[in-house]
């Protein structure tokens, strides 16, 4: 149980860096005047943020269950 927490928060934080680097590039790619590598990596962050989406909701998911038993 410890480890599963340990590797949701690990996968979590993960996925918070990967979020703020998509998000840097996205504006460098913006400001550039990039539009289809903007359009790409906008893809990638929709991405990114439905994962992270997906790891808190089993984490919430998950306290839920000690809360039953």
Request: net charge negative.
């Amino acid at each position: 149980m410890i480890a599963q927490h340990y590797n949701s928060i690990h996968v979590e934080k993960n996925l918070l860096k990967q979020i703020k680097i998509k998000e840097n590039q996205l504006k460098i790619a913006q400001e550039s005047n990039m539009l289809y590598v903007a359009e790409g990596l906008q893809n990638e962050l929709l991405k990114l943020q439905d994962e992270l989406s997906e790891v808190q909701d089993v984490e919430i998911q998950a306290l839920m269950n000690l809360l039953d038993d």
